[in-house]
């Protein structure tokens, strides 16, 4: 295959962020291609299916009403009306504090809404499927970037040659394109990892997203539709490395007798409603979110652990924001000018929030009784002034203001 394929946006990667970024782009008349290594799997019991969920917040549920893709995903979406953060930090692990953050506090919306990640795939996929100016190469790589001021030249590992005037990098934590624009990142390794399954369970979690910390990490559950006519939530259970192999390893009813303990009691007995995956627990932040016609986004630019849902929604601000300059550099949405707005756009906002929840994630692995009991007093501090808990809810969502 000689023939070179001239196309506007050139997306390498698609997971989640990579597919909402090849709508977006598609839809807004840019001709977009994008591939992937890896076949997305598009079926909750299929090997390998993301069993994380994400909760798309505001901000980001407007864009994707914007670009077309919220009317497939409302139906499916679990809204989120509260946000409770419970602190088990005592001995004994009980509950010792619990404060609810409400959603009506703020705003006439829900928080955010949440969709398991494999669902999330498949619609987008699907809707891909639609779009005139959108092409999307599952099982293909990318082989080889180069650029030069005026455009990029992509080799794709079934020897498909592409000319792009943009190349957006939505490749991973380890993102090929990242590399291959020779730009570092900083990364901070906690020890940590994090369990992702469902749960069902006896007490109904009337739309409220629970944080309980305790040590370790947070154990967070996530409202899901009924399973098999139960209440059902997402977990996410983040531990230091060791105990998490530990907790892997048990038997189905070991592992619900300790996860119900974890989750100190609060809904009841927990029930295992899928297998059990594991994700490491990593901080990363590339040193620039640009180079000579490429433009990082998702986790090609930041990684952070999986607190106030902030991973996926910071991706689809850098999509959002990464698509207007390019709409406003129509003719040529990879000029080194639009590329720079995008950079000095984003890279602020995204230092201070994965420098905000690292510290947050220190604060939930404290182990020493002391270092609990001032997260408790903070907890309480914060929560006791309305006006502070009402702009950490409006920072936590996005807000500017």
Same mark, same amino acid.
């Given at each position: #295959?000689?023939?070179?394929?001239?196309?506007?946006?050139?997306?390498?990667?698609?997971?989640?962020?990579?597919?909402?970024?090849?709508?977006?782009?598609?839809?807004?008349? &840019?001709?977009?291609?994008?591939?992937?290594?890896?076949?997305?799997?598009?079926?909750?019991?299929?090997?390998?299916?993301?069993?994380?969920?994400?909760? &798309? @917040? /505001?901000?980001?549920?407007?864009?994707?009403?914007?670009?077309?893709?919220?009317?497939?995903?409302?139906?499916?979406?679990?809204?989120?009306?509260?946000?409770?953060?419970?602190?088990?930090?005592?001995?004994?692990? %009980?509950?010792?504090?619990? =404060?609810?953050?409400?959603?009506?506090?703020?705003?006439?919306?829900? &928080?955010?809404?949440?969709?398991?990640?494999?669902?999330?795939?498949?619609?987008?996929?699907?809707?891909?499927?639609? @779009?005139?100016?959108?092409?999307?190469?599952?099982?293909?790589?990318?082989? =080889?970037? #180069?650029?030069?001021?005026?455009?990029? $030249?992509?080799?794709?590992?079934?020897?498909?040659?592409?000319?792009?005037? @943009?190349?957006?990098?939505?490749?991973?934590?380890?993102?090929?394109?990242?590399?291959?624009?020779?730009?570092?990142?900083?990364?901070?390794?906690?020890?940590?990892?994090?369990?992702?399954?469902?749960?069902?369970?006896?007490?109904?979690?009337?739309?409220?997203?629970?944080?309980? =910390?305790?040590?370790?990490?947070?154990?967070? @559950?996530?409202?899901?539709?009924?399973?098999?006519?139960?209440?059902?939530?997402?977990?996410?259970?983040?531990?230091?490395?060791?105990?998490?192999?530990?907790?892997?390893?048990?038997?189905?009813?070991?592992?619900?007798? %300790?996860?119900?303990?974890?989750?100190?009691?609060?809904?009841?007995?927990?029930?295992?409603?899928?297998? $059990?995956?594991?994700?490491?627990?990593?901080?990363?932040?590339?040193?620039?979110?640009?180079?000579?016609?490429?433009?990082?986004?998702?986790?090609?630019?930041?990684?952070?652990?999986?607190?106030?849902?902030?991973?996926?929604?910071?991706?689809?601000?850098?999509?959002?924001?990464?698509?207007?300059?390019?709409?406003?550099?129509?003719?040529?949405?990879?000029?080194?000018? %639009?590329?720079?707005?995008?950079?000095?756009?984003?890279?602020?906002?995204? $230092?201070?929030?994965?420098?905000?929840?690292?510290?947050?994630?220190?604060?939930?692995?404290?182990?020493?009784?002391?270092?609990?009991?001032?997260?408790? /007093?903070?907890?309480?501090?914060?929560?006791?002034?309305?006006?502070?808990?009402?702009?950490?809810?409006?920072?936590?969502?996005?807000?500017?203001?």
């Amino acid at each position: #295959m000689n023939d070179v394929q001239d196309i506007d946006v050139f997306i390498s990667g698609g997971g989640v962020a990579g597919l909402a970024a090849t709508v977006a782009f598609a839809q807004a008349g &840019f001709t977009t291609l994008c591939a992937d290594p890896a076949p997305p799997v598009i079926a909750r019991e299929e090997a390998g299916a993301d069993l994380r969920t994400t909760a &798309f @917040l /505001q901000p980001a549920q407007a864009f994707l009403e914007r670009i077309g893709l919220w009317t497939r995903f409302a139906s499916l979406a679990t809204p989120l009306q509260v946000m409770r953060i419970v602190d088990a930090g005592g001995d004994a692990g %009980e509950a010792r504090a619990s =404060h609810d953050f409400r959603a009506a506090d703020i705003s006439d919306l829900p &928080f955010g809404w949440n969709l398991p990640n494999w669902v999330l795939r498949r619609e987008m996929v699907a809707h891909i499927a639609t @779009l005139p100016h959108a092409r999307f190469l599952p099982g293909t790589g990318t082989a =080889h970037v #180069m650029t030069r001021e005026t455009e990029a $030249r992509v080799t794709l590992s079934d020897g498909m040659r592409l000319r792009a005037k @943009l190349i957006v990098a939505a490749d991973g934590r380890s993102s090929p394109v990242r590399e291959a624009a020779g730009i570092g990142v900083r990364t901070t390794r906690y020890g940590q990892k994090a369990l992702a399954f469902a749960v069902t369970h006896d007490a109904p979690h009337e739309n409220v997203s629970t944080e309980v =910390h305790r040590s370790g990490g947070p154990f967070t @559950l996530v409202p899901l539709p009924d399973h098999e006519g139960r209440p059902c939530s997402a977990v996410v259970w983040m531990e230091r490395g060791p105990e998490v192999v530990r907790l892997a390893g048990l038997s189905e009813a070991a592992f619900e007798e %300790e996860m119900t303990a974890r989750s100190a009691g609060l809904y009841g007995a927990l029930k295992l409603a899928s297998r $059990r995956s594991v994700w490491p627990i990593i901080s990363q932040i590339a040193d620039q979110m640009a180079a000579e016609r490429i433009a990082l986004v998702a986790e090609a630019a930041h990684v952070v652990p999986p607190i106030g849902a902030q991973g996926l929604n910071m991706s689809l601000a850098d999509i959002a924001s990464l698509l207007s300059t390019a709409e406003a550099g129509r003719d040529d949405p990879g000029r080194a000018e %639009e590329l720079a707005r995008y950079a000095r756009a984003r890279h602020a906002e995204v $230092r201070a929030r994965v420098t905000g929840i690292d510290a947050l994630n220190r604060a939930s692995m404290a182990d020493a009784k002391g270092l609990r009991n001032m997260r408790l /007093q903070a907890l309480n501090g914060l929560y006791a002034v309305a006006p502070v808990r009402h702009m950490l809810m409006r920072a936590g969502l996005g807000a500017k203001g």
